[in-house]
Nanobody, 122 residues
């Protein structure tokens, strides 16, 4: 069974920083993409950033230059470093992974974490 467990959310003042972490565990053959979405009440979940297994990254336009996504050496944990935060960054942040589980016939599946609240307020 595959799990994604997030940590690092909380309250931060405008202009401050937070780092989110998401650790993948379980019977995993390979992880192709890890990333983050966020969601505010009444709105659809929106893409924030992703990192592909080769190391390339993509960001939503409003976070470019402020957020940095990275993965650890074993590639099972993804981080989102959030700097120069703004009130509009307030949301529940969800980690996701596109991965191939062991015993899954070689197929790729999409997994989600449980979400972590990030609040930017003075």
């Amino acid at each position: 069974q595959v799990q994604l467990v997030e940590s690092g959310g909380g309250l931060v003042q405008p202009g401050g920083s937070l780092r989110l972490s998401c650790a993948a565990s379980g019977s995993i053959l390979s992880i192709n993409v890890m990333g983050w979405y966020r969601q505010t009440p009444g709105k659809q979940r929106e893409f924030v950033a992703r990192i592909i297994s080769g190391g390339s990254t993509n960001y939503e336009d409003t976070v470019k230059g402020r957020f940095t996504i990275s993965r650890d050496g074993a590639n099972s944990t993804v981080y989102l470093q959030m700097n120069s935060m703004k009130p509009e960054d307030t949301a529940v942040y969800y980690c996701y992974a596109e991965l191939v589980p062991l015993g899954g016939g070689g197929r790729q599946y999409l997994y989600w974490g449980q979400g972590t609240q990030v609040t930017v307020s003075s």
